[in-house]
């Protein structure tokens, strides 16, 4: 009487025991197979990493400084005339409903110089600007050093430097009361602003009040740019009327604006690079996939001999073909976890680099590991269906 045959069984244990004998046996091979895996792995992840750091900051810093801000400069229209702001500018614009803040900034015909020894050609690039004491308020600007103007200072010669022009003077101790040469007269100055990022004109110049402007330089005291604060909700309303406004006569010749569109279009292209270069990594983790497909079909033609041992010993096709397709999600495995790992790292590097906070998202780095794994699947499957279906025979033959 014949009993029933028992059918053969590989252990999860077995299958990943004999699937690193590869591995073992050919340490180099298998760690420069993994190696394209880790560098598509990791790009994916330091762009991914790289990007949300980035948003993170532009949305922090459009959270300080507010998208409700609004910017309204002359420009040349169609009518006739000079393009310029009329006089009224600033108190039609405050009569709008959804308005909260408005401050005014002159362009000031003069030069700043440290010393009046300097000839007047040698300007440095630097301007002179007069504004009324809200700007700084309105444009959430801070101090780096002494104050900023007030309703006294700004009718006497007393000037703030943007960050830039208090570098190039040389001006960074307050101490000592330095004095620069604006036109004709000696200002004081009494602050140092920090970077503003919605209004870089004000870091290449020193800034005086505008009574001031009007006393010692001349000026006739129009705005030539108008900032405005709105209500949330009351941005695109407000940015439509202020051309008429603001200037109803030529609204033509009235340009308003949102200083925090660059921010915005900054972002938008941050997202556009970012998808760029994780189509680059994609290609890289494609050529790492045929390079663990082309190591895999080597390893099949040169392990013929224990492939026919073990089919000869009992081992199924499906045995074989679960060895061959473990060893190769063990090389995608690898070279996952150390991309996910170098990606992470440049992604901190960088990050503390740049000042940004680290941002690393946990399904990112899962999607890394999983993304690896179904490569290394896609890549194995075929040399594991080619091993399994090699006979016995056919494998033990000697060549």
């Known amino acids: 009487m014949t009993g029933d045959l028992t059918p053969s069984r590989l252990h999860p244990a077995d299958a990943a025991r004999t699937a690193t004998i590869g591995l073992r046996t050919r340490p180099t091979r298998a760690l420069l197979s993994a190696l394209g895996i880790l560098i598509g792995i990791a790009a994916m992840i330091a762009v991914l990493g790289l990007s949300e750091s980035s948003k993170s900051d532009l949305l922090a810093q459009l959270d300080r400084l507010g998208t409700n801000l609004l910017r309204v400069q002359a420009t040349e229209g169609i009518s006739l005339g000079a393009a310029q702001l009329p006089k009224t500018a600033v108190g039609m614009t405050r009569r709008l409903e959804g308005v909260r803040e408005v401050s005014a900034q002159v362009d000031v015909a003069a030069n700043v110089f440290r010393t009046d020894y300097i000839p007047a050609a040698r300007t440095g690039g ?50 000592k009361r330095p004095r620069i040469w604006i ?23 020193a800034i005086i009040g505008i009574p001031a402007a009007q006393i010692y330089l001349g000026s006739d005291g129009v705005a030539s740019t108008i900032f405005v604060r709105t209500d949330p909700g009351s941005v695109d309303r407000v940015l439509g009327l202020l051309a008429s406004a603001v200037n109803p006569q030529q609204p033509d010749q009235v340009q308003a604006s949102r200083p925090t569109a660059a921010i915005e279009a900054r972002a938008a292209a941050a997202s556009a690079l970012t998808q760029l270069l994780l189509g680059l990594g994609a290609v890289t983790l494609l050529v790492g996939a045929v390079g663990i497909g082309n190591i895999m079909v080597i390893s099949v033609l040169e392990r013929r001999s224990e492939i026919g041992v073990r089919r000869a010993l009992g081992a199924t096709r499906r045995h074989i073909a679960v060895q061959f397709l473990t060893e190769s999600l063990l090389l995608a495995a690898i070279g996952g976890t150390g991309g996910v790992a170098a990606g992470g790292l440049i992604t901190l590097a960088y990050a503390r680099i740049r000042g940004w906070s680290v941002i690393l998202l946990p399904r990112d780095l899962g999607a890394g590991i999983a993304t690896a794994l179904l490569v290394g699947a896609l890549a194995g499957l075929y040399p594991a269906l080619r091993a399994s279906r090699m006979p016995p025979t056919e494998a033990l033959r000697v060549v």
């Open 126 to 175: 630097l301007m002179v600007k007069a504004v009324d004491t809200r700007i700084i308020g309105t444009l959430k600007g801070t101090v780096a050093a002494g104050r900023f103007l007030d309703n006294v200072a700004a009718r006497y010669p007393e000037a703030v430097l943007g960050s830039v022009a208090a570098e190039r003077l040389g001006i960074t101790d307050l101490s």
């Open 183 to 205: 036109g004709d007269q000696w200002f004081s100055v009494i602050g140092i602003l920090r970077t503003l990022d919605l209004n870089p004109d004000l870091d290449r110049s």
